[in-house]
């Protein structure tokens, strides 16, 4: 019964492969949301989906892209893969306008080798 | 554009004390503020937050936070600190209404010791 999941929990790959990471929420929300978090915790927020469609797409290069194919589900694919995107990778979602109250999964860590 | 800022990177406090953890943040309207815990390879978990009404909010395992406006604070509070507190704490900001983006802290490590 988890709430926000996401898999995989852990990735190794090296530079310049291309991977996907799947998060899937079952708490009815209609917003998901992906940030990266770096070796620092600094948590930057990426992209967000509000009923499938984009409505947050901060500077990220194009070589990240989301995908929501309905409302529970948002998939984050990764190609090109470099030194730089190793980091934990969260997958969140919330209701409505309520944007800051967000439930978030257990976070995927991505190490490019 | 909206900001937060956690002066204290990490902070140390003996179990059984009491604990502050501060945040200040910008924003030009009215805020909706929030604190998250984080603990070790966890995802966060949303402890309180601020929408509008009684400045001084409670959350759950015992933390309360109280909102001062001519301050632009939001300090997290608990009175008797136990060694699972020990986590990352976020303080985030984010507009009040519609479906804008949340701004995160930079985070304040918790260190309990006995």
């Known amino acids: 019964d988890t709430a926000v999941s996401q898999t995989p929990k852990y990735l190794v790959t090296q530079m310049g492969n291309d991977k996907s990471i799947k998060c899937e929420q079952n708490?009815?929300?209609?917003?998901m949301y992906w940030y990266k978090q770096d070796s620092k915790k600094f948590l930057k927020i990426m992209f967000s989906?509000?009923?499938?469609?984009?409505?947050i797409n901060e500077t990220v290069p194009n070589r990240f892209s989301p995908k929501s194919p309905d409302k529970a589900h948002l998939n984050l694919h990764i190609n090109s893969l470099e030194l730089g995107d190793s980091a934990v990778y969260f997958c969140?979602?919330?209701?409505?306008?309520?944007?800051?109250?967000?439930?978030f999964g257990p976070g995927t860590r991505l190490t490019v080798t | 554009a909206q900001s937060v800022t956690q002066p204290d990177i990490h902070i140390t406090v003996s179990e059984g004390a009491s604990l502050e953890l501060r945040c200040n943040y910008s924003?030009?309207?009215?805020?909706?503020l929030f604190w998250y815990v984080q603990s070790p390879g966890q995802g966060l978990q949303l402890l309180l937050k601020y929408f509008s009404g009684d400045t001084l909010v409670q959350g759950i395992k015992g933390f309360e936070a109280e909102f001062k406006r001519s301050q632009s604070s939001f300090n997290l509070r608990k009175p008797s600190v136990h060694w699972s507190d020990a986590a990352e704490y976020f303080c985030a900001v984010g507009a009040a209404g519609g479906y804008q983006k949340v701004t995160f802290g930079t985070g304040t490590k918790l260190q309990v010791i006995p």
């Open positions: 708490l009815g929300h209609d917003t």
């Open positions: 924003y030009g309207a009215t805020p909706y």
């Open positions: 969140a979602s919330s209701h409505g306008d309520r944007g800051g109250e967000q439930y």
């Open positions: 989906y509000n009923n499938k469609e984009l409505i």
